[in-house]
């Protein structure tokens, strides 16, 4: 199969971030299997979803692993022009598909040079490590990273996530944190407002103290000009239908709230200090109504930022592969920062623009996709 025949599997396989993946892992494989791959699974509690990993080639240290994801974004709502689980070159020099980019160009780049890696007389070996549910959240980064550090008896050594970067070699992303906090009042005629507390009152405080929280950590120079915006951004996006109606004291509000660090902030901190904060404003409420009540609970898990210093050997290691010198930083959150914290030097690097990614028309170019079998292709010449 070539490589462009191994994507149109993979993305007649609708697989939705949160969905059991188990069509396109036996898909997988049974490819692996049929090239003589011995492979291993990471499965979720019930078995409706698994990790797949392999090493191919020789159990000693200093391995690389090339990772991805097997699930993708909805499609529910967009405009396609064409069916977004069949591959169709548009004629354009692009194949559209959901995942073409995002990112199973990647993926089928690794698949086909399979069977190379295998003939290869390899010096160091080569992992395949491929999860599921990271379009939800990265849920699997960090497990499947710690379960191939600990699996074999040699230590990988670096990670390559193969995350749509047009091929440019990217070493620092944001982390992202989503939590949703509930505020709990005491209701009564509004006229009262004074003798009673307001829940939607005290998450106001709460958000405006998230702002000013952001605003402080611009203004004591925690900045980082590879990021755009340049600091941790903390924000309030989603608040939810609260009180009953305008002359009633609301006794429930909820809200959600992001934190995007970069590498130099840590969410763990700033979500320190919001707890402070909360069980303070607790302590002044509760002299008016004893049941007030500010709850927290984590609602997208906290992803680490990347952030692989620029003489690491991984970085020399993907310009030789790639050919391209300059490196980059991106503001989403990826798998990377998880690789990165298990062990592993590691980069972003795979086929494909981001820009076309979680959109209607997906599409990678014939010529990315090219670019990415080649620089697999370059990794198993160099590995020999
Ligand atoms: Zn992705």
Redesign the pocket.
């Given at each position: 199969m070539n490589v462009t025949e191994i994507l149109s599997k993979l993305v007649s396989f609708d697989v939705l971030g949160g969905q059991s993946n188990l069509s396109i892992a036996q898909w997988i494989e049974d490819y692996l299997s049929s090239l003589d791959i011995e492979f291993n699974n990471l499965p979720n509690e019930d078995g409706s979803k698994r990790c797949i990993f392999c090493r191919i080639g020789p159990p000693v240290d200093g391995g690389l692993v090339l990772s991805g994801?097997t699930d993708v974004v909805p499609v529910k709502g967009q405009p396609w022009n064409t069916d977004p689980f069949v591959l169709t070159d548009g004629g354009d020099g692009n194949l559209y598909a959901r995942g073409s980019c995002?990112?199973k160009g990647f993926l089928a780049s690794c698949l086909v040079a399979a069977p190379e890696m295998v003939k290869a007389k390899l010096k160091k070996p080569i992992y395949f490590a491929f999860s599921f549910d990271?379009e939800i959240g990265c849920l699997m980064g960090t497990p499947l990273a710690e379960k191939i550090m600990s699996f074999y008896d040699e230590k990988p050594n670096f990670a390559i996530i193969g995350?749509p970067s047009m091929m440019q070699p990217i070493i620092g992303h944001k982390g992202i944190v989503i939590y949703k906090t509930t505020v709990n009042g005491s209701a009564g005629h509004s006229s009262r407002i004074r003798n009673e507390v307001s829940a939607i009152h005290e998450a106001s405080r709460i958000i405006l103290w998230l702002e000013n929280k952001m605003n402080q950590l611009i203004e004591k120079g925690q900045l980082d000009n590879r990021f755009e915006p340049p600091h941790t951004s903390i924000h309030c996006g989603l608040f939810e239908k609260s009180g009953i109606a305008p002359n009633v004291i609301s006794d429930s509000a909820s809200f959600y709230w992001d934190i995007r660090v970069i590498p130099k902030d840590k969410s763990s901190v700033i979500k320190q200090e919001f707890d402070e904060y909360c069980n303070a404003l607790i302590k002044i409420n509760a002299e008016k109504f004893p049941d007030f009540d500010i709850q927290t609970v984590e609602h997208h898990p906290d992803v680490p930022p990347l952030d692989t210093p620029d003489d690491l050997e991984i970085v020399a290691l993907i310009r030789e592969l790639t050919g391209v010198t300059k490196l980059g930083s991106v503001s989403y959150a990826a798998e990377a920062g998880q690789f990165s914290n298990a062990g592993f030097q590691t980069v972003i690097c795979g086929p494909g623009d981001i820009a076309q990614?979680h959109r209607a028309n997906e599409f990678i170019s014939k010529a990315q996709l090219m670019e990415g079998e080649e620089m697999i292709r370059r990794l198993v010449k160099k590995f020999e």
């Open positions: 994801h995002d990112m990271e995350e990614a």
